[in-house]
């Protein structure tokens, strides 16, 4: 049965639909074939090849888009397939007849099925993490575009401040002209001329009458003094408040002086003090170390003890590989991947061999699924070129544990995690 799994996803909604749509042809097909229905397969084979070709003229461009954008390493890989998936269209399309039509059908099924369980589940994986950074570049792109217009404008607001300010300054010579002017018209006029009359004058008569009131008033009181004895009380305690007056006219002046010295100590005693300058510190931060892509973290755990041992071995064998690809001190090293590839190979036949038993005793449904999709990666396994390996060791092999740590990551968490913990089934597996 061909339908659409979890791990099949990308987390692209465009993508993941195109590979929903041929999935759904290619569950037609199979129900055509097991069901005899001859007369379907021309059909069914020119519906496939059409939404083959349809995921390419669309899907597989936007998957190459996606990975220039974020500069994937893998871009060329992913272009090798697409090409060989449209020389199978052409070449079906090419021998399309109704002599034929059952192998046709066959032949296009088992390609896709191989496309899916391994060009989907590996390469096309990393087309989500090709698509954050591509959102990354963007968005930092945007953040620096933002940064240059920012300072732009604080460069536009301070040439702009510069430029009122030297206007200001003109405009405060051009007034101070004519003021000067108009001081010395004023000057003219008070020497060569009669000034008019205004109110301000009337003031200090007003202070004549009234000293001169005053000092009848007094001259009243000190005749009235000579003439009484009585009044002499009166008089005393008009002179009293005089003097007090008099002594408290004379001591302002005298306190001003005395405050006016130490208030302008105060601004020199201040300029005098320089401020303590605080040392500045370099503070570096620590880098924090890139995550180890090959440890097995909590959260590949199935909590079935056997599958999570496996599990782990597998994620050891894959780094050994990579610490021998990129081991300098090892110069001829094909002979040890060889026999590092073969391990592997084997100790993970043995791994999925007790995974299946393991849900066969729990009848788990999603057994198919997993036995297919581990026959799909074994088969990965036992075409891997030895020579392509030999002819550019590094490269080939860094390709190869790409992939089957892709691979694992993606079918742990997707599949392997779905599995149910039955604690007698997980007690009883050994190995």
């Known amino acids: 049965m061909y339908r659409f799994l979890e791990n099949f996803e990308t987390g692209i909604p465009f993508i993941d639909n195109g590979h929903r749509r041929l999935l759904e042809d290619m569950e037609e097909a199979r129900e055509a074939l097991a ?227 130490a208030s302008a100590a105060k601004p020199a005693a201040k300029a005098a003090a320089p401020k303590a300058v605080k040392p500045t510190t370099t503070v570096i931060k620590a880098k924090k170390a890139p995550a180890d892509p090959f440890a097995f973290t909590d959260e590949f755990r199935t909590q079935i003890p056997l599958v999570d041992k496996e599990h782990e071995t597998l994620f050891n064998l894959v780094r050994q590989t990579y610490e021998l690809v990129h081991d300098e001190f090892c110069v001829d090293k094909f002979d040890s991947i060889v026999a590092i590839i073969e391990e592997l190979r084997d100790y993970t036949i043995k791994h999925f061999a007790d995974e299946e038993r393991y849900m066969k005793s729990i009848n788990y449904d999603g057994l198919a699924e997993q036995v297919a999709a581990h026959t799909a990666f074994v088969e990965k396994l036992n075409n891997i070129d030895l020579d392509e390996i030999d002819r550019d060791q590094e490269d080939a092999l860094d390709k190869l544990i790409k992939f089957l740590l892709n691979w694992l990551v993606q079918h742990i968490l997707k599949v392997d995690k779905k599995m149910p913990y039955i604690e007698e089934a997980a007690l009883k597996l050994t190995e």
């Open 35 to 261: 069901a005899g229905h001859e007369d379907e397969y021309h059909r069914l084979i020119g519906q496939i090849l059409a939404t083959m070709h349809d995921h390419i003229v669309k899907q597989h461009v936007y998957e190459e888009e996606i990975m220039a954008m974020s500069r994937d390493g893998e871009l060329a890989n992913q272009k090798e397939a697409h090409a060989h998936f449209r020389e199978v269209i052409d070449r079906h399309k090419s021998s399309m007849n109704f002599q034929n039509d059952q192998e046709e059908l066959v032949s296009l099924l088992h390609f896709l099925n191989e496309w899916f369980l391994q060009h989907i589940l590996s390469s096309d994986m990393l087309i989500g993490s090709a698509l954050k950074k591509a959102k990354a570049a963007a968005a930092e792109a945007k953040a620096k575009a933002a940064k240059e217009a920012r300072a732009a404008e604080a460069t536009h607001a301070e040439e702009a401040a510069k430029a009122q300010e030297a206007t200001g300054e003109a405009a405060k010579e051009g007034q101070a002209a004519p003021a000067a002017e108009g001081d010395a018209k004023a000057g003219i006029g008070e020497e060569g001329s009669t000034p008019q009359p205004t109110e301000a004058p009337a003031a200090p008569a007003k202070k004549a009458t009234k000293k001169r009131t005053a000092a009848k008033k007094q001259a009243s009181v000190a005749a009235s003094a000579d003439e009484s004895d009585k009044d002499e009380a009166p008089a005393a305690k008009a002179a009293k408040p005089a003097e007090k007056v008099k002594k408290t006219a004379e001591g302002k002046p005298t306190e001003k002086k005395a405050s006016a010295p």
